[in-house]
């Protein structure tokens, strides 16, 4: 009898597993994708969707026919259980799945505000393809001129602003907020000098050492009790983990995110396999919570599978001790951070849409 292999979340390493799978499908067993969207939304092309630089379809991935590519079987639907002892997953719609082997690939989430008055405009990153629809339906909504605060400065955060002050112009007053004292604070003082820079030529306002500790209407309030006006409020803040996570009873680190070892195996479930922002290696615990670290997960996920299924000794995952960022300033220009390593230039912008779109593509062949 085939066995099954579960694979909940369309992130970026399970999208490199089904295209993995394309080519060499797992012998006797049945793959089902489960995601709560039909498409899977590239990241790292979203503050181009912003800008009007892509089409939001130029981002994404259909998961249907990819998953058919792979000899596999998408559902569309949203985990609400893990049940790692049945070995079941339950979907909010009320249809579950057992499993053999599962594989999670759900994201995170945004830390969530202190508090958040009921009537707050606010939008979440995170889920990104919801994310996007909320922000279009507010930009058509929102009186002119607007006040935008954007709270957290690390790339997504610091990416979004300069796609909304492009995209709005003086139609807008975009603020960023960041507990710490700089923007891009985790990439070194020259990285932040050439954000900085950025955010003067397109009259971004950054104020740093604030901590947002609620958000009503009209209004962000902030630790040292000060409040600034803004009629929208984007919240990019670090992950958090998503609640399924903590309640499926497995290990997890001290933020909630499922705990797994180099092979990206549950530390506590040899039947459970994550990667993606979802999961904590156990011997880099600091590892930021990057796409690129997911996307280079996905061939060790997909062979560590394979392996499991045929009862094979696993592989590692050896993380990058450094690796290439590429931030989109929204103007034609990029920013390039490599280790100590930043500038900015067009070519970086080039080099940033050539990856980016050879990315998206190559899980539309076939």
């Known amino acids: 009898m085939a066995r099954s292999v579960l694979l909940v979340g369309g992130g970026h390493a ?40 892509y089409r939001p379809a130029q981002a994404q991935i259909e998961l249907a026919p990819l998953a058919a590519r792979a000899a596999s079987r998408f559902v569309c639907g949203r985990a609400r259980a893990i049940h790692a002892r049945a070995r079941r997953v339950e979907l909010e719609d009320g249809r579950s799945f057992d499993y053999d082997l599962l594989s999670l690939d759900v994201g995170s989430r945004p830390r969530h505000p202190g508090a958040l008055d009921s009537d707050a405009r606010l939008i979440r990153v995170k889920p990104i393809a919801r994310a996007l629809g909320e922000l279009e339906h507010a930009l058509a909504s929102l009186s002119e001129p607007c006040r935008i605060a954007v709270v957290g400065a690390g790339a997504g955060g610091v990416e979004l602003a300069l796609a909304l002050a492009a995209r709005l112009g003086t139609k807008a007053e975009v603020s960023v907020f960041d507990g710490a004292s700089r923007p891009l604070a985790e990439r070194g003082r020259r ?172 899980f539309r062949r076939g």
């Open 14 to 53: 399970h999208v490199r597993v089904l295209s993995l799978l394309a080519d060499a499908p797992f012998d006797d067993a049945d793959v089902v994708l489960v995601n709560a969207e039909p498409v899977s939304t590239y990241s790292g092309m979203v503050p181009g969707v912003v800008t009007g630089q």
């Open 191 to 362: 990285a932040s000098r050439l954000v900085l820079e950025a955010f003067g030529e397109h009259d971004v306002r950054f104020y740093g050492e604030r901590r947002a500790v609620r958000v009503k209407r009209g209004l962000v309030v902030f630790d040292d009790g000060r409040e600034l006006p803004a009629e929208l409020v984007v919240w990019v803040t670090g992950a958090a983990a998503p609640a399924l996570l903590a309640e499926s009873g497995l290990p997890g680190d001290e933020r909630g995110f499922l705990l797994v070892d180099d092979s990206l195996r549950s530390v506590g479930d040899p039947h459970v396999f994550a990667a993606g922002d979802c999961a904590t290696l156990r011997s880099h615990p600091a590892l930021p919570k990057a796409g690129v670290h997911a996307v280079r997960e996905g061939p060790v996920l997909a062979e560590n599978l394979r392996r499991s299924l045929g009862g094979e000794p696993l592989v590692d995952y050896r993380p990058q001790a450094r690796f290439l960022s590429l931030l989109n300033t929204g103007d034609g220009c990029a920013i390039l951070v490599y280790g100590p390593i930043a500038l900015r230039s067009r070519w970086a912008w080039r080099l940033k849409d050539a990856i980016d779109r050879r990315f998206v593509d190559g």
